[in-house]
């Protein structure tokens, strides 16, 4: 079993970052993919971006240029640096790994989730 935890959620004013580390435990050799991806209230998880196991990173249009994946493999860990927040970047975060190699941008993708940290901008 895998398990993931977020940290580093809060309430920042627009134009502010946060960094959100997911840290995983486990059977982590398994995992090759990680995945961030956001869910609003009443609306579909939404990929934010990801990084397999190369290093190679790819992210959502929305987020580009203000969003940053990085990882540690010493500590098990994945980091989501996000810059220029604006308020419509407001809702729940959650961290995805699978064991698979690609990045893939469907939540279904996705063997373990993270139980998510909530996000807010204000304006």
């Known amino acids: 079993q895998v398990q993931l935890v977020e940290s580093g959620g809060g309430l920042v004013q627009a134009g502010g970052s946060l960094r959100l580390p997911c840290a995983a435990s486990g059977r982590t050799a398994s995992l090759y993919t990680m995945g961030w991806f956001r869910q609003a209230p009443g609306k579909e998880r939404e990929f934010v971006g990801g990084?397999?196991?190369?290093?190679?990173?790819a992210y959502a249009d929305s987020v580009k240029g203000r969003f940053t994946i990085s990882k540690d493999n010493a500590k098990n860990t994945v980091y989501l640096q996000m810059n220029s927040l604006i308020p419509e970047d407001t809702t729940v975060y959650y961290c995805?790994?699978?064991?698979?190699?690609?990045?893939?941008?469907?939540?279904?993708?996705?063997?373990?989730w993270g139980q998510g940290t909530q996000v807010t901008v204000s304006s």
């Open positions: 995805a790994a699978r064991t698979g190699l690609r990045i893939v941008v469907v939540s279904t993708g996705y063997d373990y």
């Open positions: 990084i397999d196991w190369s290093g190679s990173t």
